[in-house]
């Protein structure tokens, strides 16, 4: 009298989905088994690669009493009695011992090669996943290599969609994520707000300008360009993000590293504030700034001469050089 039904199932090799769906859409393969005195029919179960199968089992004689089905290759070994269902592979849905006539296995599974067994192809959507996202690298690259070709690499062109995203993406990784989730901790006072506004006037207005549109002879010819930070893009970084990118700056950029890289330093905090206000600011504070950016000598010099005419006196300049006049 049988005790065992042994099931040899033999593996056939396919290649992978390209795409995760196909796997999903995948059809259950139905496979039925008679149980007879001469042992099971068929002998030998062909399944193609990460498609789910099902085994129903029907016994056909009293000359036997199959009490599991057992699969070598998957180490599955499923109860077809009455007691001790347990999951193998898949589940049992109805179990069968001397006193029943039949009985349905069913193991959800993808199978591998080398016997192992895949829960719902599960793996092979992500190898199908992983394989999709390999192939867009791939072609990114390719379009990088042919824009360089193409363009060369000047410093004048506008950098394409797909180098904006990447540098927004990679400027966002840089960041920690426990400095991306910190808060101000200065205080938005007068005293805050007019020290950011002078240090930003003196050391971040010759490529941000003033107003923070980047509308500047460096900020335009940047690579990639200063951006205006009035916009949403900057406006909707954490103040976490804005102050890492003051202290610790954005590679291949042209935006230093600024401060010491801790998270205390209130200089950099209260130019955080200053950058909300950037949309704010009035033409009274913009005009303020004027008088704080930094002052080249020859530009000094024209200021004093400007000063000294309105004053009603000579020049000192002029009455240096008499035969420039």
């Not at 009493?65 to 009695?81: E, F, M």
């Not at 971040?204 to 549109?213: D, F, L, P």
Request: charge should be positive; aromatic fraction near 2%.
């Amino acid at each position: 009298m049988l005790r065992n039904l042994v099931a040899a199932v033999a593996l056939l090799a396919s290649a992978a989905p390209v795409l995760a769906k196909e796997s999903v859409a995948a059809t259950v393969h139905r496979v039925e088994i008679t149980v007879t005195d001469k042992g099971f029919q068929p002998e030998r179960i062909a399944v193609k690669k990460g498609d789910p199968l099902e085994l129903v089992v029907t016994r056909k004689t009293d000359d036997t009493c199959a009490k599991n089905i057992i699969i070598p290759d998957l180490k599955v070994k499923a109860a077809l009695h009455g007691h001790g269902h347990r999951r193998a592979g898949g589940r049992v849905r109805r179990g069968a011992g001397c006193d029943r006539r039949g009985s349905t296995v069913t193991v959800a599974a993808s199978l591998a090669p080398g016997g192992a067994m895949r829960s719902n192809g599960l793996v092979t959507r992500i190898l199908a996943a992983v394989g999709a996202l390999a192939l867009v690298a791939a072609a990114a690259a390719v379009v990088a290599v042919l824009a360089v070709v193409r363009r060369g690499l000047s410093a004048r062109e506008q950098p394409s969609r797909m180098e904006d995203l990447v540098a927004r993406g990679a400027r966002r990784l840089s960041t920690p994520a426990r400095v991306r989730g910190l808060t101000n901790p200065v205080r938005l006072t007068p005293e805050a707000m007019h020290g950011a506004m002078a240090h930003w006037a003196d050391h971040c207005a010759t490529c941000h300008a003033n107003n923070g549109s980047g509308d500047t002879p460096i900020g335009k010819n940047l690579y990639p360009k200063a951006p205006d930070m009035r916009l949403a893009e900057t406006q909707n970084l954490t103040d976490g993000e804005l102050y890492a990118i003051i202290e610790n700056g954005i590679r291949l950029t042209g935006m230093p590293a600024w401060g010491t890289g801790g998270v205390s330093n209130e200089e950099s905090w209260a130019l955080v504030h200053f950058i909300r206000q950037l949309p704010k600011l009035t033409p009274a504070e913009l005009e303020q700034m004027q008088q704080m950016n930094p002052r080249s000598p020859h530009e000094m010099d024209e200021e004093q001469q400007e000063s000294e005419f309105l004053q009603g006196s000579e020049p000192a300049h002029a009455a240096q050089h008499p035969a420039q006049r």
